[in-house]
């Protein structure tokens, strides 16, 4: 076992890149020699090396370092808060929120704001990402993960928060957009409205496109549905866009037509390490997470 007092001055250490700028840093009176003996009796537990000398006072972390510093510095940068709010009986603190961008608009907003109504000092940073790094976890930049994603992995947590259902969407102008039933077979010679390629988005259009046994033979691609739906406006194609909304998207000049046979839904997910240290602002933003 790991004694915790060797992790706090390793983490010292790392932060400041030397022992005796570490010892003046602790939260706690600590001798440089003291210092020095936690890291040395780490290394012996874990039986490398996690610091290399580079001046007088300066240390760099090794690669192995490296990888135990991203791993301890969450605990011990979260830690004061959590006393505090712990102390206090309130959540607060910082949350770091990393959401997909149809997401980031029409499902955070109402979110974020009933955990400020729990949580009134929370520091809520929301960061639109287009694509999901679920190592954002892993190495502590992010508290919180909330997308689609075909497959989570065994270390993350996950809640479900709500559901994209597939669409049509296609100009209002199109011959087509009054028709009672629509099937993406109708429009298999049109131009196709995709996301950028190499994006999740784009794969699953794509996927979505073969369940119909439809090749597009022209293509443009965007990079957000905002953009895609004002390709689809100005009349340069149709698309097949998961959204939140049962009514599917509502854009100036486009008309929205459910996906059926198959149809298509994918489960929105939030996700967050199961290992987390104890986070008060996490568990109240759970606790009022949107109902799917």
Not at 80 to 96: C, F, K, W, Y
Not at 156 to 181: E, Q, W, Y
Request: hydrophobic letters at 45%; aromatic letters at 8%.
């Amino acid at each position: 076992m790991i004694s915790l007092h060797r992790l706090e001055g390793f983490y010292w250490v790392a932060k400041t890149a030397g022992y005796a700028r570490a010892a003046r840093a602790f939260p706690y009176p600590i001798t440089q020699p003291a210092v020095h003996q936690q890291v040395k009796k780490l290394e012996s537990d874990v039986g490398l090396e996690l610091f290399e000398r580079v001046g007088k006072d300066r240390m760099q972390l090794t690669p192995a370092g490296e990888r135990l510093y991203r791993f301890v510095a969450p605990f011990f940068e979260g830690l004061p808060s959590v006393l505090r709010a712990v102390q206090s009986g309130e959540e607060s603190g910082r949350l770091v929120i990393h959401a997909a961008p149809l997401l980031v608009r029409h499902l955070m907003p109402r979110w974020i704001q009933q955990l400020r109504r729990k949580a009134k000092d929370a520091r809520v940073e929301l960061v639109e990402a287009a694509h999901i790094d679920v190592g954002r976890l892993r190495d502590g930049s992010a508290d919180l993960l909330v997308d689609y994603l075909p497959k989570w992995p065994d270390d993350v947590a996950t809640l479900r928060v709500g559901t994209l259902r597939g669409f049509v969407v296609l100009p209002s102008s199109h011959k087509l957009a009054k028709k009672a039933r629509l099937t993406v077979e109708h429009l298999a010679e049109e131009t196709f409205i995709s996301y950028t390629p190499g994006m999740l988005g784009h794969e699953l259009q794509l996927a979505a496109l073969a369940e119909h046994g439809v090749t597009p033979r022209h293509m443009l691609s965007a990079s957000t549905a905002e953009s895609i739906l004002g390709f689809v406006g100005a009349e340069l194609g149709f698309s097949l866009l998961p959204w939140l909304d049962e009514k599917g998207p509502n854009a100036p000049g486009i008309t929205s037509v459910p996906l059926t046979s198959p149809k298509i839904e994918f489960p929105v997910m939030a996700g967050w390490r199961k290992d987390t240290p104890e986070h008060p602002l996490l568990d109240a933003a759970l606790e009022c997470a949107p109902k799917p």
